[in-house]
């Protein structure tokens, strides 16, 4: 059951590490999870750095063990979303979406991010390491940071970060616990109905080239389908950058 045990870190470098080298040392109880106060090397995605300020924000990590085959692993990374996306709307309303493949966001802003790692033994997949990053109580973000928003800014209230976090993992397990293929259509279908930009032009870059697409679709495996002028462009994650939005 995710947060079930749920322990609480002061300081460590990074949940996703702390939790991978649980998984290393021993059998972990599938919904196991890490809560830090403080990340000294947060991790994010594409090799970036997740920075947070010590206490403020939600940043955890939870071992999961999906009854799936990797080639299914889109669909946790949906059910992750989903929980992520039903925690953050409770909060911030209407206007939070999922922008692809998994990062919630409110308006054009970030206000989380989810970065899972997997664990493989030969081919079976033996754990899922989900980390997610959620901006709870930082009142402003440094001006470099591109568009990041917290729960703070967009309701003008603090809030107890761990109880959230009990929270959020309330509605993790509440998808987790269902997962399984018979819900994969309905559940493709509510993320890409919470989808940022879907059908909205944006400015997206590959390979060095930026170019005005259009979200048109995201596929049961997980790649993008992009407008590109006449062509639809079908993307794994990593192809293609979002820019800003217009
Ligand atoms: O780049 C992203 O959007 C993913 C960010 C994921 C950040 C979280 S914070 C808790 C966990 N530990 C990490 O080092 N990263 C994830």
Redesign the pocket.
């Known amino acids: 059951m995710i947060g079930n045990p749920f322990h609480v870190l002061a300081t460590i470098n990074?949940?996703?590490?702390y939790a991978m080298g649980q998984v290393n040392a021993g059998p972990v109880a599938d919904g196991s999870t890490w809560f830090?106060m403080e990340?000294t090397a947060?991790?994010?995605?594409r090799g970036?750095q997740?920075l947070s300020e010590p206490g403020e924000n939600i940043?955890?990590?939870t071992v999961l063990q999906p009854a799936l085959t990797l080639n299914q692993q889109f669909m946790l990374s949906v059910a992750v979303s989903l929980g992520a996306y039903d925690f953050f709307s409770k909060y911030a309303g209407e206007e939070t979406r999922i922008k692809w493949s998994n990062?919630i966001y409110w308006r054009d802003r970030k206000a989380g991010?989810?970065?899972i790692e997997n664990v493989l033994r030969g081919n079976i997949w033996q754990y899922a390491i989900a980390?997610?990053?959620i901006n709870i109580n930082t009142p402003k973000f440094p001006e470099h940071l591109a568009n990041p928003v917290s729960l703070r800014q967009i309701t003008g209230k603090t809030w107890d970060s761990l109880e959230l976090a009990y929270d959020l993992c309330r509605c993790l397990e509440e998808r987790y616990s269902r997962l399984h293929p018979a819900v994969f259509d309905t559940w493709l279908a509510e993320y890409k109905e919470h989808l940022y930009r879907l059908h909205e032009p944006a400015l997206y870059k590959i390979n060095g080239e930026i170019f005005q697409g259009t979200i048109h679709d995201v596929l049961p495996d997980g790649r993008l389908c992009l407008e590109k002028g006449k062509e639809i462009l079908e993307l794994g994650f990593g192809e293609v950058e979002f820019i800003f939005a217009t």
Do not use: E, P, V, Y
């Not at 990074?14 to 590490?17: A, D, G, V």
């Open positions: 990074s949940t996703n590490n830090a990340q947060g991790k994010g995605q970036k997740w940043m955890l990590t990062d991010g989810i970065l980390g997610l990053g």
